[in-house]
């Protein structure tokens, strides 16, 4: 049901009374009822949510194995979204684009490398061998 007859629905539900405005509103209902989570967008709780490479849990050796298998796309991913720039980056004088991909590179830069923190600790933790989700 799109907005234009939902409006005008609802406007000849003031014509024809309280048990048309009822079969207007039933009407959503029941089809969102019917379809479940999907319509509203959200998913049951116990599963996992939507990643970048949709392989589920990856086991890996090294931060090199980490990286073949699906870290890479996952940093790339990561550090597409800009929501701040650095302050010697806003001071520039450069076109905003510019500015952004700057900020896009040292994203990936920074999290490539808190990423390999990460997983260094993990193997340490778990004697040379760990797992990840993608």
């Known amino acids: 049901m799109n907005r234009r007859s939902f409006l005008g629905a609802a406007a000849a539900t003031m014509v024809a009374g309280p048990k048309a405005a009822g079969a207007v509103i039933e009407g959503p209902k029941a089809s969102m009822a019917f379809?479940?989570?999907?319509?509203?967008?959200?998913?049951?709780?116990?599963?996992?949510?939507?990643?970048?490479?949709?392989?589920?849990?990856?086991?890996?050796?090294?931060?090199?194995?980490?990286?073949?298998?699906?870290?890479?796309?996952?940093?790339?991913?990561?550090?597409?979204?800009?929501?701040?720039?650095?302050p010697d980056l806003a001071e520039m004088r450069l076109p905003l684009v510019t500015k952004f991909r700057m900020q896009q590179k040292r994203n990936y830069e920074r999290i490539k490398r808190d990423r390999k923190r990460d997983i260094l600790r993990r193997l340490a933790e778990g004697h040379g061998k760990g797992t990840w989700w993608f």
């Open 35 to 86: 379809a479940g989570n999907a319509v509203l967008g959200g998913r049951p709780a116990n599963t996992p949510c939507a990643s970048v490479g949709g392989s589920g849990q990856v086991a890996f050796t090294s931060f090199k194995d980490w990286l073949t298998k699906g870290g890479e796309d996952a940093i790339r991913h990561d550090a597409k979204y800009v929501d701040r720039l650095d």
